[in-house]
């Protein structure tokens, strides 16, 4: 029997390749954003391969997070994967002139969104005593860096909460983990920086990590046996050795 996966941020990125890995895997998808015009595309794209449901709402608004994954059809209503994607950084500034603004947009988003998304899907999945929750983790949620402050506070919120998911449901036989990338080259540094120039800089100079490499190893953590559980699992690129040693060659 087919199994159904509710992927966050679906609509670039590691999202939208992930969505893409799993539905080689015949798996059906829910994929959620905020772009409907990316949603509709990606979801005609895919609907060759497997069945595809689009929710278009922002993981920031609760009443709408919940109420979005009410409208569920009877088709999609059993959701046995939930892989919480959705998360940004917004800019690079040290805390003493960080924008309010900004923390807002990535507590929000990367805090609070997964948690909003996580209690609309966690009951069912505690209903049936089976399921298999990955949370979108980050190099950032191991280590801190200079002028990383609230971001990498908002991913090591996502790892403690990721622990927290794993003790509070294990009595009901649900795997939860998370995937942490390292530099992966998609749309986040352009949002990073707002669309500033200095984006165009930060993939140059070696090979970064690829959206797909990442859908492979979400694919990789859920095909496991029942008896399985990839609880947490950091990669980065080889030219990677932490947050800020970088082997770069021009």
Request: include cysteine.
């Amino acid at each position: 029997m087919r199994k159904t996966a509710l992927i966050t941020g679906a609509t670039s990125g590691i999202g939208k390749a992930t969505a893409y890995e799993l539905a080689k895997h015949d798996i059906n998808l829910i994929l959620c954003g905020r772009r409907l015009e990316r949603l509709n595309s990606i979801k005609n794209d895919l609907e060759r391969l497997t069945h595809v449901h689009i929710l278009n709402f922002d993981v920031r608004d609760k009443n709408e997070t919940l109420k979005a994954i009410e409208s569920l059809p009877k088709a999609f209503k059993i959701i046995d994967i939930l892989i919480n994607n959705a998360g940004n950084a917004h800019g690079l500034d040290p805390i003493q002139t960080g924008n309010l603004d900004d923390w807002d947009a990535m507590m929000d988003i990367n805090v609070k969104g997964l948690l909003y998304v996580s209690k609309a899907v966690i009951p069912q999945m505690t209903e049936r005593q089976t399921g298999h929750i990955i949370n979108i983790g980050s190099s950032a949620g191991k280590e801190v860096y200079p002028k990383g402050n609230v971001y990498c506070g908002s991913k090591h919120a996502v790892l403690a909460i990721t622990e927290g998911m794993r003790m509070d449901l294990n009595p009901f036989g649900i795997k939860v983990g998370a995937v942490n990338p390292g530099l992966v080259e998609t749309e986040f540094s352009k949002v990073r920086f707002k669309g500033d120039a200095m984006a165009e800089n930060v993939y140059k100079g070696y090979k970064a990590l690829q959206a797909e490499d990442i859908a492979e190893i979400i694919y990789f953590a859920i095909s496991r046996p029942p008896h399985v559980n990839i609880a947490d699992v950091l990669v980065l690129p080889t030219a990677q050795a932490s947050s800020t040693i970088v082997k770069k060659e021009f």
